[in-house]
């Protein structure tokens, strides 16, 4: 049987050949490149000669690649294109890939041969980003057990084996779950209060469950989120919210009760086998945080000003219920509603007044005109290319001086075989001449016109902004490339690229009415702004609270069993959370920390991320939007360096100084502008 993935791929600009590939490739095309590496890396392992950064970093570096390139192509399917068969596979590759690694960490000979190498760098004579690289490959093989006896290796690669199964089973029943309810109406009592882009979404989500001539409503983001705003029938807005808190938390196969529990203490098991106290930990240790008291230092001195504002919102929304003459009392799947409800109130401001001014392919093309603006870099549509769906756009990508950059795939819609959430991820990483193929996915409900709300069009430019650092990378090393820096660096260059979405002079270049195609006029710019901070107290209130969630799971749980209710309800008493409001993710689907280890204790990463890009933006609106002198120092200090040098290094070269919190504060409504903090 002919293999795509044994062959170079004659494509245009190295696409996939996704026409070509069947998933009946995929479990060959892995166990020969897991073969291909295990005689790489004999190579470098039966090398007679002296170890040296080439015959053993550059080496351990160049090999894996068909490994890599199966890889890429199966796990970004498995997100945004699953099938029964490939999440069959998954689970046994996610296995097989956790031995592979743990052999690969725990080969002594290799790391003898790299551990020599990192004795002596200061006298190897190496440029900053390979000793870059030799650092991070030496504390990548410690961290993965290379420094462990034989009894302790043995002990990590079966909990990291298991850990791999549990991570894949708690994905999954998460999709399953999301895919299995549906809120079907028909009635307009029903109906009443949603907007007709609500209504045309819905009809297209029936249409495709097989209830045409029905309305379709599911626990997706792009669902659930405008019918709470607008759904005047509290029952129904009840019913989906209670759904939507119960995802992985039903009486069927998809409960993740048992799974995140047992991932939770096999990660503190690996932590203790380590030497370290917590999972916490472990994880931070190898980010920009360094240890949890950071974190919760950072956390609690945004806490206190957010419950301030939180609980005046709160009152607010309880005083628009009595003014209606309802005596009920605000409870959480009343938030979006009254919120709608005050916003349009105090700033003359609702969807329906936003939303025919941002059209997807408007809002996406004013993300590329920023680009062009900021770096010089432009996109075109590729068209009569195979890709993975229907759904996928493809764009070549080219610098100012007319050189390709890479390939950039927008996947923006929502579909039954897409995991939830949106992301941004690669089919091929750069790396000295080797150009990127960078996707963007999002889960925005299909319509036409597609037309997003505020929070999806800062979605989009959140994951834009992730894809720049992907396309404009340029490291020679594949492992340093774009977005392979510490966790909580790497949001910064996507949400610094959400600042431009609500810029005047941005949007008067990409927002126009959808029928009319006038542009955004400047009093409906001035509400947008003027309602910025309004409901910030709620948005952070929720996100703070799932970052204190995801650390009360990583921080030492309590001997014996496991109550995921009562590290619920513990976390959020010790936190003081209004009953009001739900953290942003319960434990049954907090698919950020329980999916993979990545943002495991590092949910938090957002908002130290947001200190950065915060204070990051200061500088653009200290010199001008789009400063070309800025601009470049933010392309050459930080989006082009990738993982080659110390985050808060490149940092301080972009910003000649080290960051302040106070931005974000102001920027969240949090303290006024001339407010400083004790």
Known sequence: MSNPFFEEWQTPYGIPPFDRIEDQHFEPAFEQGFQAQREEISTITSNQAAPTFVNTVEAFEASGRLLDKVAAVFFNLVSSDTNPERQTLEMAVSEKWSNHTSDLFGNAILFARIKHLFEVRSSLGLARDQLRLLEDLYQDFVRGGANLGTDEKTAMRTLNARLAQLET???????????????????????????????????????????SGSFAFTISRSSITPFLQFAENRELRQQIYEAYTRCGDNNNDANNRAVLTEIAELRQQRARLMGFETHADFMLDDRMASKPSNVHQLLDQIWSPAQQKVHQEAQDLQHQIQQEGQNFRLAPHDWWYYTEKLRAQRFDLSDDDIKPYFELSRVRDGAFEVANKLF???????????????????????????SEIGIFLADYFARSSKQGGAWMSEFRGQSADVRPIIVNCCNFAKSEPCLLNLDEVSTLFHEFGHGLHGLMSQVRYASQAGTNVKQDFVELPSQIMEHWALEPQVLRGYAR??????????????????????????MT??????????LAWHEGLAEGPISVDAVEQQAMAKIELIDTISPRYKSTYFQHIFAGDDYSAGYYSYIWAEVLDADGFEAFKENGIFDAATAKAF????????????????????RGRDPEVHALLRNRGLINATETLV
Do not use: C, W
């Open 169 to 211: 089973q708690f994905s999954q029943n998460i999709l399953a779950d999301t895919n299995d309810f549906e809120l079907i109406l028909n009635r307009e009592d029903q109906l009443s209060g949603l907007p007709e882009s609500v209504r045309a979404a819905a009809a297209i989500e029936a249409e495709t469950r097989g209830h």
């Open 376 to 402: 010089g870099i432009s996109f075109t549509r590729i068209k009569d290319l195979a890709l993975y769906h229907a759904d996928v756009e493809a764009y070549s990508v080219n610098d100012a001086d007319g």
């Open 513 to 538: 009415h959808i029928k009319t195609d006038e542009v955004i006029p400047d009093d409906l710019i001035d509400k947008i702004l003027a309602a910025q901070t309004f409901n910030q107290g709620f």
């Open 541 to 550: 209130t929720e996100y703070l609270a799932a970052s204190y969630l995801d």
């Open 635 to 654: 392309r050459a200090q930080i989006l082009e360096r990738g993982g080659s040098e110390d985050p808060m290094t490149l940092y301080r070269a972009f």
